[in-house]
C-alpha cells in the first residue's frame, strides 16, 4: 500500500503541475498547442491520487461512494479533456453534433458530483488539509464547467488554484514514515 500512496502522491503532484503552469503561462500567451497537450494529459495522472486520497484516509460509505463516483467522473472528464485539449484544439471550433454535447456535459456532471462528494467525505475525516480539500471541492466543479469557456485571466487562475490543491493534497497523501524492511523487522524480532 505505500507504493499506492507514493505513486498516487508523486502522480498528483505532476498532475497539479500540469495543470498550474499551463494555466498561468496561458493568462499571459493565451492557450497554445503546447499549454493544451499538458493540460490534456494531467487528467490520466490525476487517478492515483485519488486513489492515494482514498486509501490514507478511514473507509466510510460516503467516501467509498465518493471515491467511485469521482473515479468514474474523472475517467470519462479526463477523456473528455484530452479529446478536447489535444484532438479538437487543432481543428479550431469545429460544430459538435447534440450527441457529442450531452455525452461531454453529462462527463462534466458526473466528475463535479464526485468531487463534491469525496471532498465531503475527506473533510468528514480529517485526514487531509481542509484549504485543499475545500479547494477541490469548489474550484474542481467549477474548472470542469470552465473548461468549455474561453481562456481568460479568470480561467488561468482557477487553473493555478486547482493545481496548487492537487499538489497540496498530493503531498497530505505521501506517507509521513518509511514501513521497516523485511530484514530490519527480522532482526529487531530476534533481538527481542
Known sequence: MTFLLRFGAFCGALSGLLIA?????????GETA???????????????????LYLKQPRTT???????????GLGLFGAAAY????????????????????VLSTSALVFAIGTVIF?????????????????????LPVFTFA??????????VLHVIVGG????LARSAY???????????TITASAA
Open 175 to 185: 506517507p509521513a514514515i518509511r514501513p521497516a524492511t523485511t530484514s530490519s523487522s
Open 83 to 102: 479529446a478536447l485539449n489535444i484532438v479538437l484544439f487543432h481543428l479550431g471550433q469545429p460544430e459538435l453534433a447534440a450527441p457529442t454535447v450531452i
Open 147 to 156: 473548461a468549455r469557456l474561453p481562456d481568460t485571466p479568470l480561467t488561468s
Open 21 to 29: 503552469l499551463p494555466g498561468a503561462i496561458e493568462a499571459f500567451t
Open 62 to 72: 460516503l467516501g467509498t461512494i465518493g471515491y467511485a463516483v469521482n473515479f468514474v
Open 119 to 139: 471532498a465531503i467525505s475527506m473533510l468528514k475525516a480529517r485526514v487531509h488539509p481542509p484549504v485543499p480539500v475545500w479547494a477541490y471541492a469548489v474550484a
Open 34 to 52: 503546447a499549454t493544451s497537450l499538458v493540460i490534456g494529459v494531467s487528467p490520466a495522472l490525476a487517478a492515483p491520487l485519488l486513489t492515494a
Open 165 to 168: 490543491a492537487l499538489v497540496w
